[in-house]
Every structure is written in structure tokens, then in C-alpha cells.
């Protein structure tokens, strides 16, 4: 049954994630070097593409919001959710430079840039990255089984060992979460 083979399927993937060591490492150093960047004054921003936009600005949220409990908002932005600039710079250059233009304009040295792509090979978040990396913005690639040319292009690289789309973005959100958490629980520790 096709419901069944999905979720054991996902399960597979979350449980090589569960005992893969460098995974778990890559994890914590990406939620450290956040939870750094919060601590300097800097922000987080996200980019993706689909649903890799749609789990960029969730994750913003889970850092502007609030993820577990009620604690001072963090500065955390995705960079697609203004549709008059992304419209207007897709069609005026290129939907290719959406990201590395607004990142021009809004990244700062320190600043944490993650780049969502199932694929690694987004051109629009290749481009973020290299303008990231000319910048002095930490980056970080959340990518499927090969990272594609985001591999060579990240400071930290967290590239979930499947090739199957739906798959990766599953765990990318699960990945997501755990950096929200381990942030949010260093910044603002509950009492008791």
C-alpha cells in the first residue's frame, strides 16, 4: 500500500539521518552558529524555491514568531516574500538573481544565509550563496543526497540522503525545527 511505503519511507531516511554522527554534529554547529549570530546582532534569512520557499518562511517564522513558548522575536527573513520585488526583478534581470539582489541590498557581514534546494543546483540559490560568500555572510546548504554545486558553495552542509523531492523536504522541515528549538531553548532557557 502506497500510504504505507511513504511513511516507512520517510522513516528510512530520518532514521540514516538518526545514525549518521556528522549528521548530528552538522545539526548542533548550525544551530550554534544561529544562535551566535542572534547573540551578535545579526539575522538568519532563508531562500528556496516551491515548497523550499514554503519551508524557508516557515522556518523564518518559527524564529520571528515564537517555535515552543512565548520569548522576544529573532530576526529572521525569507527573501521571496515580497512578490512586487521578486516579480519585478524576475522579469527587469533575471529570476536567477531574485535572491543574490535582495541579498545585496539586506545581508551584512555575520548575517546567516540558509539555502534550501532538494537538488543543490537552483540557480536563483547558487547565486544567493556566491553573493553570500562575497559578503562575509555564513552560509548553509539544505539539499538532498549530493548537495549539487551548493557542496562547494556552503560553510555547512546538511544534504539529506535521499534523492526523492517530498522525502528531502520532510526531513529539511524536521531538520529545521531542531535548529529552532536548540536556539530558541540556548536564548531564552525556561525557568524550572
Known sequence: MRIIESINQSIEIKQKILEDNRFIQEIRNVA?????????GNKVI????GGSAADAQHLAAEFSGRFYYDRPPLPAEALHVNT???TAVANDYSFDEVYAR????TGHEGDVLIGLSTSGNSKNIINALQKANE???????????TGGAMRNLCDFLLNVPSSDTPRIQE?????????CELVESTLFPREG
Open 84 to 86: 512586487s520585488y521578486l
Open 102 to 105: 535582495l541579498l545585496k541590498a
Open 135 to 145: 559578503m562575509g555572510l555564513i552560509t548553509v546548504g539544505f539539499t538532498g543526497e
Open 171 to 179: 526531513a529539511h522541515i524536521m531538520i529545521g525545527h531542531i535548529v
Open 46 to 49: 532563508f531562500c528556496g524555491n
Open 32 to 40: 550554534q552558529l544561529c544562535t551566535e549570530a542572534f547573540c551578535n
